[in-house]
T-cell receptor
Framework: GAVVSQHPSWVICKSGTSVKIECRSL??????MFWYRQFPKQSLMLMAT?????????EQGVEKDKFLINHASLTLSTLTVTSAHPEDSSFYIC?????????????FGEGSRLTVL | GEDVEQSLFLSVREGDSSVINCTYT??????LYWYKQEPGAGLQLLTY?????DMKQDQRLTVLLNKKDKHLSLRIADTQTGDSAIYFC???????????FGTGTRLLVSP
């Protein structure tokens, strides 16, 4: 099956710093990548949809200046949490959809746990 | 709006069958999916069903779809302790533009 890799898998940072999370599709090209946020014991909340070569589409209530998304190539999307605060601590998961899918399924990364002190 | 609901918790004994239920709201969903999430990990696609199908079987997994009632279920036969995880159903909305996930069902399999 298709493999999506996220890095780092966990990160601890000080309040006010910025953190970048990478999402890579390893064995397929992904025109669309999605970034989700998951709080403990809750479902996934879609933050934004990222299309290669264009600006990300953010869901309502998600601050685009806070969560910067770049999808510079067909295999890489990055999420930068700028000026992180403790309330940004969460599990961030990316997913990717292949260019040739006919069933629309998403393949997920392993997730990145962010802890802001 | 889109809303996908699941029961929060299910406990079964090893060897029994597990049935996880899901209701969704978008009648135009083309595909519906079941994902599995183990602790601290991403989501793993288990199976999916096209909206014009009633049933799909894949080894120990059986998916039933009642499109009229917008009800989806996942049956796991001969449940094993390794099946303990959170299971999410998801529906595709706006074509394939995005997936909306259910609240997740935590399955606990005891020996």
């Amino acid at each position: 099956g298709a493999v999506v890799s996220q890095h780092p898998s966990w990160v601890i940072c000080k309040s006010g710093t910025s953190v970048k999370i990478e999402c890579r599709s390893l064995d397929f090209q992904a025109t669309t990548m999605f970034w989700y946020r998951q709080f403990p014991k809750q479902s996934l909340m879609l933050m934004a949809t990222s299309n290669e070569g264009s600006k990300a589409t953010y869901e309502q209530g998600v601050e685009k200046d806070k969560f910067l998304i770049n999808h510079a190539s067909l295999t890489l999307s990055t999420l930068t949490v700028t000026s992180a605060h403790p309330e940004d601590s969460s599990f961030y998961i990316c997913s990717a959809r292949g260019t040739r899918t006919s069933t629309g399924e998403l393949f997920f990364g392993e997730g990145s746990r962010l802890t802001v002190l | 709006g889109e809303d996908v609901e699941q029961s929060l918790f299910l406990s079964v004994r090893e060897g029994d069958s597990s049935v996880i239920n899901c209701t969704y709201t978008d009648s135009s969903s083309t595909y519906l999916y079941w994902y599995k999430q183990e602790p601290g990990a991403g989501l793993q696609l288990l199976t999916y069903i096209f909206s014009n199908m009633d049933m799909k079987q894949d080894q120990r997994l059986t998916v039933l779809l009642n499109k009229k009632d917008k009800h989806l279920s996942l049956r796991i036969a001969d449940t094993q302790t390794g099946d303990s995880a959170i299971y999410f159903c998801a529906e595709s909305v706006s074509g394939f533009q995005k997936l909306v996930f259910g609240t997740g069902t935590r399955l606990l399999v005891s020996p």
